[in-house]
């Protein structure tokens, strides 16, 4: 007798996988409806039921894209990098006005003295060093050449200033997003 004489077989875990692949699916759909009201600036029913559809579509289509792994401390480590955002947008801010300070000074050659430092971290997981690596190259006067999945990472820095402060506090704080040990 085949599986399917009483049915299709029933997953025992059917009812978890919904539940695990709805939360994703949900803050996608709100995400992208919070994204089209604000770029749209339409709120005419109509254009709002289309806008709510459009991102339904996206939603259920793509909800694993943004969020492909709803680990249990999957929350808590999206609460942490929201806290680690605006410490980077400070330090972006920055960062900026220590490259104004160069550009404008009369003796720019001599300030200007670029270095590549290689560092090694204890970061182990992908995410942590591919968020250590962007968040390194967004600060201007910084550009992480190379990182490998071991933690090496390999950084051009626009002066001196730029390259002692490699990779500091920055690390602390990733390693603190993803909870690992530094």
């Known amino acids: 007798m085949t599986a399917f004489a009483n049915g299709p077989a029933k997953d025992p875990n059917a009812k978890q996988e919904f539940g695990f692949s709805f939360f994703p699916f949900l803050i996608t759909f709100v995400l992208m ?4 009201i604000v770029l ?5 029913p109509l254009l709002l039921w289309l806008g709510g559809i459009s991102s339904f579509l996206i939603a259920y289509f793509f909800h694993d894209l943004l ?6 401390g999957y929350l808590r480590i999206f609460f942490k990098f ?19 300070y160069i550009v404008f000074h009369p003796r720019l050659n001599d300030l200007i003295d670029p270095h590549i430092i290689d560092f090694k971290t204890d970061l182990t997981s992908d995410i942590a060093i591919t968020t250590l690596a962007n968040s390194i190259t967004l600060t201007p006067g910084t550009i992480t ?27 602390e704080k990733v390693a603190n997003v993803f909870g690992e040990k530094i």
């Open 40 to 44: 749209s600036g339409k709120f005419d």
């Open 145 to 171: 050449v190379t990182a490998a999945s071991d933690g090496v990472f390999r950084v051009h820095a626009i002066d001196k200033p730029s390259a002692e402060a490699l990779p500091g506090t920055m690390l």
């Open 67 to 72: 969020f492909p792994n709803m680990a249990p």
């Open 33 to 36: 409806f919070i994204s089209w």
């Open 82 to 100: 929201l806290r680690y955002t605006p410490w980077l947008i400070l330090e972006i801010i920055k960062a900026n006005f220590h490259l104004l």
